[in-house]
């Protein structure tokens, strides 16, 4: 029998702060398309109103969590692999993480200038009101509405993705992937 084809795998865990912050901002963003899937099916108002009072703030703390993140990610970088990548693989995964960046940083603007040209002010709990980016203006408040939701559904589809290829590289490829963004460096030696 012909020896087992090498998969490159990841030296080693990826660092703390940057697992950290992934499982946090992940968790954050699932419980965010909660409270809004929530609010969609809701029939009362008060219940529509409080649900999105948590949306906002939590938005706006992932907003500010990604670019924690980002330069955090810019500072460690993540842990190598032991041989290249294919190259299609890793503009994938490229192309896949840097939209996600984009859209973790652009949807909490995006919500707040769509609050505010709906006439509201977003509240911090703590911090009070925070200034408003725009005046009201009931034509632009449908405009970003509209593109709010079409790039939160992008981002959850990106996340459908993202999480199918994490699957794919940890028990199809086999190379350890979702092991270094858990606990632990991966756990298997190598096929060589
Ligand atoms: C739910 C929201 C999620 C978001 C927004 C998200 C976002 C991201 C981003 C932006 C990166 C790139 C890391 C970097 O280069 O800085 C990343 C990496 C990663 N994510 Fe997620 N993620 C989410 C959920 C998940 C889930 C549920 C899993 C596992 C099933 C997962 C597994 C991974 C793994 C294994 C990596 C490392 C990829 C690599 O080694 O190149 N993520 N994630
Ligand atoms: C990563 C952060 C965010 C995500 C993933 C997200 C996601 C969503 C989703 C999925 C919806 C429902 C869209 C639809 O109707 O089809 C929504 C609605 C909404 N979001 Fe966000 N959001 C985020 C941040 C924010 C922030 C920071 C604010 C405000 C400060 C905000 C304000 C709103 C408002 C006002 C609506 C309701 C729009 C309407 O009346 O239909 N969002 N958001």
Redesign the pocket.
């Known amino acids: 029998m012909p020896p087992p084809t090498p998969v490159p795998m990841r030296q080693g865990a990826h660092p703390t702060a940057i697992r950290a912050l992934h499982w946090a901002v992940a968790a954050a963003?699932l419980a965010?398309?909660g409270l809004?899937?929530a609010?969609?099916a809701a029939e009362s108002t008060s219940l529509r109103h409080t649900l999105?009072a948590f949306?906002?703030?939590?938005?706006?703390l992932?907003?500010a969590a990604t670019l924690l993140r980002a330069g955090v990610r810019l500072r460690l970088g993540l842990a190598q692999w032991q041989e290249p990548v294919p190259r299609a693989v890793g503009w994938a995964s490229a192309a896949v993480h840097g939209l996600s960046y984009v859209?973790?940083l652009s949807?909490?603007v995006?919500?707040?200038a769509?609050?505010n040209a709906?006439g509201?002010a977003?509240t911090l709990p703590g911090l009070g009101a925070l200034p408003a980016l725009l005046p009201a203006d009931a034509d632009l408040a449908d405009t970003l509405?509209e593109w709010?939701?079409r790039l939160?559904?992008l981002?959850?589809a990106l996340i459908g993705l993202h999480v199918a290829a994490a699957g794919w590289h940890q028990w199809v490829r086999r190379d350890g992937l979702l092991d270094a963004m858990w606990h632990r460096g991966p756990s298997r030696i190598p096929l060589s």
């Open positions: 963003v965010e398309f809004a899937l609010r969609m999105l949306h906002q703030p939590l938005g706006l992932i907003g859209l973790l949807l909490p995006l919500g707040l769509l609050a709906h509201h977003v509405e709010h939701g939160a559904w981002l959850a």
